[in-house]
């Protein structure tokens, strides 16, 4: 059982930065960020395999976010800089208890977090 709690969240003007955190308990070698807009489709912005620290992109954030874990902490975190108007979703953390890295496949991960709103505005 693996437990996800998000936070972080808010409002911020185009071109600033937040950061988004993710406490989880239990065993999770794959965790990832996914986000979804009103009337868009899931879509996966950052995986981190957290035996190994491996890190694992979305196009459409590469170069602006960046993934990271504290271990003592049981904590992901997700660095957003240079916010868009287009990156305005729900985010969500997500976690696959299983043995491997699922990247952004989001079928395979079988544990998610209630979700922290990240509006951008221009």
């Known amino acids: 059982q693996v437990h996800l709690v998000e936070a972080g969240g808010g409002s911020v003007q185009a071109g600033r930065s937040l950061r988004l955190s993710c406490v989880y308990s239990?065993?999770?070698?794959?965790i990832a960020w996914f986000r979804q807009a009103p009337g868009k489709e899931r879509e996966g912005v950052a995986s981190?395999?957290?035996?190994?620290?491996?890190?694992y992109y979305g196009d459409s954030v590469k170069g602006r976010f960046t993934v990271s874990q504290d271990n003592a902490r049981n904590t992901v975190y997700l660095r957003m800089n240079t916010l868009k108007p287009e990156d305005t979703a729900m985010y969500f953390c997500?976690?696959?208890?299983?043995?491997?890295?699922?990247?952004?496949?989001?079928?395979?991960?079988?544990?998610w977090g209630q979700g922290t709103q990240v509006t951008v505005s221009s």
């Open positions: 239990g065993y999770a070698p794959s």
């Open positions: 997500a976690a696959d208890s299983r043995s491997g890295w699922s990247l952004l496949n989001p079928r395979r991960y079988n544990y």
């Open positions: 981190i395999y957290t035996e190994r620290g491996s890190t």
